[in-house]
Structure formats: C-alpha cells, structure tokens
C-alpha cells in the first residue's frame, strides 16, 4: 500500500508540474547562466557501486560541458557518508519520503541526470524506481533537459512500468545492455547503448592497497581471493507504514528494517537460501584454499554487505573483513586491484576491479553481472546465487581464476577499452541531447577524438588502451 501512495505522489507531482508548466511557470535555462544539474541517485549510504560511477558521471559530464559553464548538484542520504566525495558538486539531501522533495529541488535546475544503475526494476524496491521516474518526470514536465545516465531495466510490477512508460517518454535513457534497452523502448521510451560509469575511476595508488592487505596478515607474496558477498534474498525492500508502527512500538522486524518505513523481503524461505549461500560459498572456498596456497579476504563493499562478510568470514575461521563503513571508495578500489582473484556478488566489485586485471568469477542475483561475464566471454565463471550445486560451481571457477589468470585477464582488458569507448559515445549523446534541449549552450568547437568525450584518464588507463585499442 505505501509503495502505491508513492507512486500516486510522485504521478500527481508530475500531471502538477506539467500544467504549471503550460500555465507560463517554471524556468528555464537562459544564454549567459551556468546550466544547473541535478544528479539524482542512491548516493551517501557507503555504498561503493553506486558513489563510484556518480563520480565519474561528474568528472565526465563537467569535462565535455566545461567547468566553468555548470553547476552540480547530488542527491546524499547521509552527508557523513559521502564527505569528502563528488569533488566540486554541491550535495543535497535526500529524505526516505521524498515526494515533496523532489517537487522542491528538481524546478530548482535546469536538468536531471538519473544516476541509479538498477533503474527500473523492481527487484530491489519499487520506492527506488518511482524516486528515478519522478525525477525525470518532473524535468521532463517542464522541458527540460532529461537523461538517465547508464541505467539498467528490469522486470517491473505493472503500475511502476506504467509510469514509466509515460513518465519517462520525453527523456532520454542511455542504457548500459541492449537487454535494457529493448525493455525501455516497449514501453516508448528513447534510449541509446551505453555502459557503466566506474570504468575511468582512479583510486588510491595500488601500493595502499597492498598496504592494507599487508596490515590484516598478507605476507606480500602469497595470491589474494577477495570474495565480495550479499544477501541476495533480503530484497525487494518494500514501505510498510503498518510494520514501521509495530516495530517502533514493539521492536519487532528487528532484523529485517531497512530504515524508517522500509523494510527488507524475509520470512524461513529467504533465511533458508541465505544459509545455503553463504555456507555454499564459505565451503567452496575452504576448499580451494586447502588445494592451493592463498590468502583469503572478504570485502563488503556496501554498508549491508557486513553481515554476509562477517558470517562467511566466520565460516572460514575469521577471515579478514573489510567494509565501505571502514573505507572510503578510493581506498577500498585500491584494495580490490591488489587481490589477485575475485569471486563476486557484487556488480561494482567485478567492473571496478577490472582496470587492475585482476580475474573474477560472478555469483550473479540478475542480470547485470550475467550481462557482463557474457560480454567478456567468461559465462563458465558465472552461477547464480541460488544455484543447488554453486559450492561445485563456485569451486570449479576457482580454479580457472587460478590457472588460467593471464587468459581471463586478457579479456577483461578487451572488455574495459572497449567500454571506456562506449562510454566516451555516451559523452557523445549526452552533449547532443544537450543541443536538443538547449541548443544555444556553448559546447567545445574543433574536432575532437574519441577519448575527449571521457574524464581524464591515469597513466595505467592509458597504457590498457594504447595495448589494446
């Protein structure tokens, strides 16, 4: 019920902003302002993804629009979580009930950037897919510039793919999967094949990585197994204003609040296959580290991460764990690409390990890490988390991170320039739909190549494509 008041809120919000709009208010951007931008995501809750690839939106789109013609704004949960990030970009504010929020700021801009990977699905919470289409909706109303920026898209409950459809018409979707697209343009939306932003992200230097590996036990010299976990079946979230009343009266639904009124997918059918997962994935690896010499770590590289981490590290005897609670995004980037081999859950673990080399297996939940092994050609390193035998799976994937590294790493190497040049296409369909929008912004004069169109990149970036442009 609390998911559908908000999807009515946010519709309401947009049909109100659409006939003020005809009516003569709102404003738009005029020859001689700075083009003010809102970005709008699930930043400021340590979760790495999501805060790495806004970061690198940022420096992209403030590269190819000049930074001296624009003026940045991010949606934070949490200010103290995203201190210190989003260099030069105004934060603010994103309240749990954001509704009125997003009728206050959006007319405050001349344009959206939806940030959000997971978009439009409803596989994680349909308040997080109403939040993306209310932003774009609500720009989208007034004429303004509307883009959502590497989304993915995935089964949505009708309602929610309703309001997408129309809502949404008027914006333009870089996707980052032809899968993606294809579901977006049944429902008439525009869209472009784009990519993930993570792929230019430049961490803290390796040796503070391997600084860190060193400080909880690594002896510099034996290979590193990071496994990067979830709980795959804590999701969708859902607002519930009934339990929000019984918790905050009686404590009950302790264990699966997310946060004020939301909370977390549970109940014995969940607890049963997290047990089998995080049991499935210690065994395995208790396995092959018997047959081969590695140290192993467990990395949670978003704040809900910790309990999976910490139950598989206890599994395996007391492993390591390092979380996005400990360290920020640049440091925790650095520690992934000192491991030698990843098996993950995590999409963001995988892409922002890739530009290290480092070879990984994907323990996917949907779609977006099968996308990705399919892309490197890797699909015999690929299981679901719900898989009867992923122990045996997850064993055998192992072992090819382990004697077959330099092939893997090869492709990944294939897969990151070309991404990085899909990604600087998307820079591309950014600036035109831009001109569209607002065809009197000054943009770059001359001819530009194809990488004038990403963030600047580090010394090792630009060495992986000069080898493999």
Known sequence: ?????????????????KASWMLGGGKRWEPGEKLKLLFAGYNGTRNMGSDVRVNEMLRQIRHILGAERVEFSVMSQNFEFSKGYFEGTKQVHLPDIFPPFLSDEVPKHHGVVACEGSMFKSKFANALTT?????????AAQNKLSVGYGAEAGHMDPLVAKMCGRYCRNSLVVTRNEESRTLLRELGVP???????????????????QSILRQVGWDGHTPVLVVCPINPFEWPVKASVAKYAVHT??????DSHYRTVYFHNSGPAAARAYQQYCAAIANAVDAFRKRRNVFVIIAATERLDARPANRIAEKLGGVPVLTSDQYTMYELVSILRA??????SRYHGIVTSMPGLVPSAGITMDERIRNLMRERGHQDLLMNVDDPDLEEKLLAALE?????????ADGI??????????????????????QRRYPEFPTRKGEWIWDDYLPPMNASLRQLVAAYN
Do not use: Q
């Open 1 to 17: 019920m609390m998911d559908f008041i908000l999807e009515a809120w946010v519709s309401t919000s947009i049909e109100r902003a």
């Open 131 to 139: 939040m993306m289409i209310g932003s774009l909706g609500l720009a």
């Open 191 to 209: 869209t472009e094949l784009g990519t993930d932003t993570a792929w230019t992200f430049e961490p803290r230097p390796l040796e503070y990585g």
């Open 249 to 254: 009266l009686t404590g009950a639904y302790k």
């Open 339 to 344: 491991c030698h081999m990843m098996a993950s």
């Open 400 to 408: 090819k991170l382990s004697t077959d590294g330099e092939r893997i």
């Open 413 to 434: 190497a294939r897969t990151v320039v070309k991404n990085l040049k899909v990604m600087a296409r998307m820079g591309v369909y950014f600036e035109e739909e831009l």
